[in-house]
């Protein structure tokens, strides 16, 4: 006959799987949530914010990739009191940036530094105060050395996984450059150094980074270790989620050229940097091989 003891400790451990199992169809619901949040949200804006470059690009940050931010920030501090209290700011700290970014280098335009024909103006230089960017998830990592772990922020062997980072960007770069040549759809040349700097902290600091953290660090990260699915269907999903945001921007669809090659290179950084996250546990060599790419795309 079970012991009273055996019986509790049997619907304490049920208790204990059904609480998981909500919080693992929570966690689902709000990961993809908010990823299609993000692209509707970002659709609106490139259709509907018309008048101002600077206040569009800040719009679109704020649904996207200030939002991944602090998404990410409240889920690796999810079983913590004060998640709430320091997502939020997380959330207003990464708004002051892009917000003081935007008006001081997109102030007055209405197109993009490359169509305005201003890629050698010096106020491109303020791109560096997107360095200050990081600067919570540095804290997070400090102050939360095991939640930061838990959403890839670390890095084990740096220098091997900091390379193969490198190494699939130039790998995926020499795809892009032998292809765009052949194809004479990329004359490559270079950019002033203005405009080169400013994308260098946006790629580095602010988009690539935070889509790693959100796609890989948490959705990718959820596939694998609590849907428990395999590597190239989970890397998949999180790439479609991820390439949402690139195919709802104004103009693709009287390019079909243009969309194609976004779709396969988004799609191809998505998945390396799943691979990779996968092979490493961390977000660091992703963002590397990401981030890399992106700049290298400039040289078109």
């Not at 892009?98 to 201003?118: I, N, Y």
């Not at 080169?196 to 790629?203: A, C, G």
């Not at 998949?236 to 079909?256: D, H």
Request: charged share 15%.
């Amino acid at each position: 006959m079970p012991s009273a003891l055996n019986i509790r400790m049997r619907d304490d451990w049920q208790g204990i799987e059904q609480r998981a199992a909500l919080e693992a169809r929570h966690s689902f619901i709000l990961l993809f949530t908010l990823a299609v949040f993000s692209a509707l949200g970002t659709a609106a804006v490139d259709r509907f914010v018309l008048s101002s470059e600077a206040i569009r690009s800040f719009l679109v940050e704020a649904v996207s990739l200030c939002l991944y931010g602090a998404v990410a920030v409240w889920f690796a501090l999810r079983r913590r009191g004060e998640r709430w209290r320091v997502a939020g700011l997380t959330y207003a700290y990464l708004l002051a940036v892009m917000a003081l970014v935007d008006f001081l280098s997109k102030r007055g335009l209405s197109d993009t530094f490359v169509d305005s024909g201003l890629v050698d103006d010096p106020i491109l230089y303020t791109g560096l105060l997107m360095g200050f960017y990081s600067l919570p998830f540095v804290w997070l990592v400090r102050r939360y050395p095991t939640e930061a772990c838990s959403i890839g922020l670390y890095l084990h062997r740096p220098l091997r996984w900091i390379g193969a980072g490198l190494l699939c960007a130039a790998i995926l770069s020499g795809h892009f450059l032998f292809t765009g040549l052949m194809s004479r759809a990329v004359q490559l040349h270079p950019q002033p150094l203005p405009y080169l700097v400013w994308t260098f902290f946006y790629e580095f600091a602010v988009q690539s980074f935070s889509e790693e953290l959100f796609f890989r660090g948490l959705v990718f990260n959820y596939l694998i270790n609590t849907r428990r699915q395999s590597l190239w269907l989970a890397a998949i999903i999180s790439a479609i989620l991820n390439l949402f945001i690139y195919l709802v921007k104004g103009g693709w669809v009287e390019n079909p050229i243009l969309v194609l090659g976004i779709v396969f290179y988004a799609l191809m950084t998505s998945v390396i940097g799943s691979v990779l996250y996968y092979m490493s546990g961390s977000v660091i060599p992703g963002w590397i091989s990401n981030a890399a790419f992106g700049v290298f795309t400039v040289f078109r």
